[in-house]
């Protein structure tokens, strides 16, 4: 199922160590619900994700008492009524799979439903939030799956009011990495693997794989980039090679695609800034584009530089049109009811709200120009 309120995913401990190492790659991971420039490529996580850290967090603050089946169907029937504000109007996220003898088949996507119901935490007592998960599973499984749901629910909340402790003991991973201009990735492998055996203690293989396995892959990929980076010993040509060397010894999964992906765009930025530098044709950013990412996307880009530079040209326009007016000693009223009248001629709503931005970006580049 879609969703327009799903939970956001963000790193934990590498992100503030990438942003500081890693100046020209880009390792964030991309999810399938997310779009990047013009090539609606899917969007990141690197250790851990939020909807895991601050449902943690929340659930650490009380206890979750799970109800009885008797209980739940006091309070709801669906498990739909009376959603709080966060969640009405929204499209359920995630999914129950039974196999054909009913019993459950774990999948991510029954962790995205269990996320989903807890983003209203904080609006929702925890019991009530429990009860609404129940009967929601009921109304819609059969038995025995819908007790399996139930049970594997009821030891991810478990799960989440247990991460916690391990966060403490490994402190600001981010605030380390920002002192020292380098991540400790020892530290960051040893919280991996604490989380991996907190996992065991509630989850068996199966769920484990089903629940994090992906974002697990995108974890030790990342981690992996930080290291060829943080390798003094190798050269640009050596890093690059080794980043390929790992992707390729990847096993085919829609994470090895997304990965790979990835990768094609953070050269492609690369090679485009490059490129614009070196004042290449359209006909040759294209060519470029098209390799890497193929013609669709590179038509899109190259329609997207064509809307940028229409931008920028009337965006000189405008700056040279406005100075002028105040230059003149107009009165400053009289003054601003033509500069508003300039910017509804020259630029639609949209661009309108990007003009003080990037008023104030041009600024920046002039003072830092050499």
Known sequence: MSNNRRPAYLSIAIIAAVI????????????????SMALAQPASNVLGDEAEGSLSAALAAGQMLPTTATQSQSLFVTGLERLPRSLKGT????EIIIDEKKQLVVTEGLRRLFDYFLSALGEEDETVIFARVESYIRHHTPEPAASQA???FGKYVAYLKALPEIEKRYGNLQLQATKSGELDLSAVTQQKQDVANLRQQYFDKSTITAFFGAGDGYDDYSIEMVRINQNTQMSDVQKQ???QDYVSRLPDS?????IMQQANLGELITRTEQ???RGATPEALYNMRRELVGAPAAERLAQVDQEDASFDQRFTQYETQKNRLLSQGVDAAQAQIQINQLEQQLFDDAERKRLDGYAALQQQKVVSAP
């Open 254 to 258: 829609t994470t090895k695609t997304n």
């Open 20 to 35: 500081i190492v890693m100046t020209a790659a880009v390792i964030m991971w991309f999810k399938p619900d997310r779009t």
């Open 275 to 277: 490129m614009k530098a």
């Open 150 to 152: 139930v049970a594997i």
């Open 241 to 243: 090679a080794a980043r």
């Open 91 to 94: 499209q359920i996220d995630g």
